[in-house]
């Protein structure tokens, strides 16, 4: 699977973005998928997750209400609509998908995309 993030930008504190993530490959609807975001000096953090065919979504408690991860296409495409951002949601923000049932918080994913970068200005 290779996955394709995209829509990052630059936003003012309290504004939106939504990313994309398109998947092509192997039938990436088969794959659960989520959101990983990394800031200079730390690790990559899990920020969302989706069940592979999307009843089912986990956030870190620093994004839930305002983050939402959804899926479309088939499940071939990953979203992840942001509001209300705060300068602390600056980071790089990665796409992963992971064969399996089971919906993990860390990093064991096995597909990860390049990254799109998200700046929030205060």
């Known amino acids: 699977v290779q996955l394709q993030a995209s829509g990052g930008g630059l936003v003012q504190a309290g504004g939106s973005l939504r990313l994309s993530c398109a998947a092509s490959?192997?039938?990436?609807?088969?794959?659960?998928m989520g959101w990983f975001r990394q800031t200079p000096g730390k690790e990559r953090e899990f920020v969302a997750a989706?069940?592979?065919?999307?009843?089912?979504?986990y956030y870190a408690d620093s994004v839930k209400g305002r983050f939402t991860i959804s899926r479309a296409n088939a499940g071939n495409t990953l979203y992840l609509q942001m509001n209300s951002l705060k300068p602390e949601d600056t980071g790089v923000y990665y796409c992963?998908?992971?064969?399996?049932?089971?919906?993990?918080?860390?990093?064991?994913?096995?597909?990860w995309g390049q990254g799109t970068q998200v700046t929030v200005s205060s």
């Open positions: 992963a998908a992971r064969e399996s049932l089971v919906v993990v918080t860390t990093e064991r994913y096995d597909y």
């Open positions: 490959g192997r039938t990436s609807s088969n794959y659960v």
């Open positions: 989706i069940s592979r065919s999307g009843p089912y979504t």
